[in-house]
């Protein structure tokens, strides 16, 4: 079966104005496992969509070899509506300019259409409720009627993912080590993906607030098991948000590298013939409510005390503001133990600038626990 390649172009904001997205489809689509993959949903994020248009050369070529057993469907550019989002030279690809909101949140929460459609339907088949699932998920999607550009594609890009058993969506941060981003039920299933891309970090919450794309997908069957308790409901969809370490790596030796870990990951998962052995893993989950997220407390030039990577307990200095006036530097220490994973790009501090991100094991925090 040769690749199928589909696009969807919906209106711009603007008259006369269209943007196009491109989802390229490998494998039988009625087989199983089938595994969705986007890059690119924060449109100024190059490494998701580097590593998306390789996996999708190197799907090619296994499909042209005949080893593909189960389905991949594989969006390279998923926002084409941040990619034409320029301000003064500079590409700004995380926000609608629109309206300020952020492209990976506002995902439509389907968990209580669905219940409705399938309280009286679920029986003792695992199997089965899945089916019943999937159906009402893609039947409640289909009675929302989206306005305007933004929700019109997120409509669309849910659309293409709900029927998958897995869906890695693509990101990086500003500077970071390999990690990702998942809920409870999805741990174990995303494990082998953890250790194959080498992540220093695996975050886990079963709501990170505001509903971004992954939870959106993955929720509502974590939802609808806890609900229907006495009802079989296997995780249907597992999801993760995997952040390709920072924004400027961009290559495509690293790009390789990370899709022929996901194409491995496929082997695993039977999607693609052949057998692998999985490395170690390098970090053990911890809850994103035990991340710390270091603010400053003042403005000026920012350094950072350790590297990317390191270990730190509480009472570390991470980083240190300088005062371009007075001189006087003043530090900023971790109050948790863990692995220092990300941090902006950038060295100018405002007050209140987010510094780093610590992955502790003590879960502290409360609230919305992701970045805006």
């Known amino acids: 079966m040769s690749v199928l390649e589909k696009s969807f ?21 009625a087989a199983r496992p089938h595994v969705h993959i986007q890059g690119g949903l924060h449109a100024d994020e190059g490494p998701g ?15 042209a070899e005949a080893r593909l057993r189960g389905h991949v469907t594989v969006v390279p550019f998923a926002n ?11 590409h700004s690809g995380r926000f609608d300019l629109y309206d300020g909101r952020n492209f990976n949140r506002d995902y439509p929460d389907l968990t209580e259409e669905v219940a409705r459609r399938v309280a009286s339907r679920l029986g003792d088949n695992g199997a089965e409720n899945v089916r019943l699932i999937r159906e009402a998920l893609v039947a409640a999607l289909a009675e929302k009627r989206p306005i305007g550009p933004a929700d019109t594609l997120r409509h669309h890009l849910m659309g293409l993912a709900l029927a998958a058993d897995v869906v890695l969506d693509l990101h990086c941060d500003g500077e970071a080590e390999m990690h990702l981003y998942t809920q409870p039920a999805a741990v174990e ?3 082998p993906l953890a250790a194959l891309l080498g992540c220093r970090a695996v975050l886990v919450a079963e709501i990170s607030g505001g509903n971004p794309f992954d939870e959106a997908l993955g929720g509502p069957w974590a939802a609808l098991a806890a609900r229907f308790s006495g009802r079989p409901i296997p995780l249907g969809c597992a999801t993760c948000t995997v952040e390709l370490r920072g924004r400027s790596d961009v290559s495509r030796t690293l790009g390789s590298k990370d899709a022929a870990a996901i194409l491995d990951y496929l082997v695993h998962l039977g999607v693609i013939e052949g057998a692998i052995d999985l490395p170690e893993a390098l970090c053990e989950p911890t809850p994103l409510a035990g991340s710390e997220a270091l603010s400053a407390p003042v403005a000026g030039l920012l350094s950072y005390a350790v590297e990317l990577g390191t270990h730190v307990a509480p009472g570390d200095v991470v980083a240190e503001i300088i005062d371009l006036v007075s001189g006087q530097v003043t530090s900023v220490a971790a109050s948790t133990s863990g692995i220092f994973y990300a941090r902006p790009a950038t060295r100018i501090a405002e007050v209140g600038k987010r510094l780093g991100k610590i992955a502790g094991t003590a879960a502290f925090r409360h609230g ?3 970045s805006p």
Request: aromatic share 8%.
């Open 9 to 29: 172009t919906f209106a711009g904001r603007g008259p006369g104005s269209r943007h196009e997205v491109l989802n390229l489809s490998f494998g039988d689509p």
């Open 49 to 63: 969509m580097m590593t998306a248009r390789i996996l999708a050369d190197f799907l090619t070529q296994a499909e």
């Open 80 to 90: 084409p509506l941040g990619l034409s989002q320029f301000l003064h030279g500079d």
């Open 189 to 191: 299933r995303l494990a």
């Open 368 to 370: 919305p626990l992701l």
